[in-house]
């Protein structure tokens, strides 16, 4: 019901997870759920998969044509001769006996999909590369330096279970009631959380309706994380360590230098101040409404 009301107030979506993303910089498939990175730089084969594995991926296996014409048309625009995939020729015990076949490396299984090119796989080596020009596989030596493309994982991003989703900021948000700035913040931390920053006018309208409609005793002001230890108000702080890169003060804002310490928002208009109004109140005195703020669990989509 809290979701309902808060698309009908505000226009925004709110969810408990997203759409599959892929890390920055990497490219989706067209055909799967994984995503691709493409080399900044040239690598031996071993080193390729090092270098993949600390980006939480492998060296690309490929399944289809669909698959292998992407990378192949990327690469080539990347002005790329050739690129590491993960296949590799490996040693496999049949009866008594071992045999070679080509294999994906690190995830043990046959090529069921394979774009040899014409007399490949050669014995020149046992790794194997891709013509960009035409996507046409060959063996090359392991110890040949190529630039490589890299497989991870898409992931989601899902909150705890009463946790609200914002897909603008990737963060999940949770309203608490009645208490002052100091025992707010501790009562975050504990849930690894902390009070909630605000970085723009967006996440500041969405946390004004977001505490109007989350909690069942109705406070129409709300503490966030914003505070400042200086006894002049001149530098303020969010409690998570994010910058201060947004703060609308209205006009005669803050005030009662050295006192005043912490900030509400007000999310419903009050007879002294309209809605959105923020303003500086002590920290271990006023009681309010609050939310925390906190990163969502990532999932990887399998």
């Not at 006996?97 to 046959?110: C, E, P, S, Y």
Request: proline share 4%; aromatic share 12%.
């Amino acid at each position: 019901m809290l979701l309902y009301y808060l698309i009908l107030l505000t226009g925004f979506t709110f969810v408990e997870a997203k759409s599959g993303i892929c890390p920055p910089g990497s490219v989706k498939s067209t055909t799967s759920n994984v995503c691709y990175i493409f080399s900044s730089g040239i690598a031996e084969f071993s080193e390729a998969q090092f270098n993949c594995e600390q980006q939480n991926g492998i060296l690309a296996d490929i399944d289809s044509d669909f698959s292998n014409t992407q990378l192949a048309t990327i690469a080539e625009g990347k002005n790329w001769d050739s690129y590491w995939i993960g296949a590799t020729l490996t040693s496999v015990e049949i009866n008594d006996g071992k045999i070679k076949i080509w294999a994906w490396d690190k995830l043990k299984k046959f090529l069921e999909y394979k774009n040899w090119g014409r007399n490949e796989p050669s014995n020149k080596g046992e790794c194997a590369a891709v013509t960009a020009a035409d996507g046409l596989w060959f063996a090359e030596n392991c110890s040949a330096k190529k630039n490589y493309v890299c497989l991870v994982s898409m992931k989601i991003s899902v909150c705890d279970d009463e946790w609200t989703y914002f897909s603008v900021t990737n963060f999940c948000y949770k309203v608490y009631y009645l208490s002052n700035w100091n025992n707010a913040e501790s009562s975050c931390v504990a849930l690894g959380a902390h009070l909630v920053s605000i970085h723009s006018k967006e996440e500041d309208l969405f946390v004004q309706e977001f505490a109007r409609c989350g909690v069942t005793n109705d406070d129409p002001e709300t503490i966030i994380g914003l505070y400042t230890t200086t006894n002049d108000n001149t530098i303020w702080n969010w409690s998570d360590g994010t910058p201060t890169d947004y703060v609308p003060w209205p006009t005669g804002e803050p005030n009662n230098p050295g006192v005043e310490k912490c900030v509400l928002v007000v999310t419903d208009t009050v007879p002294k101040f309209p809605a959105g109004y923020w303003n500086n109140i002590q920290c271990d005195t006023q009681k309010r409404n609050y939310v925390c703020k906190k990163q969502p669990n990532e999932i990887e989509i399998k």
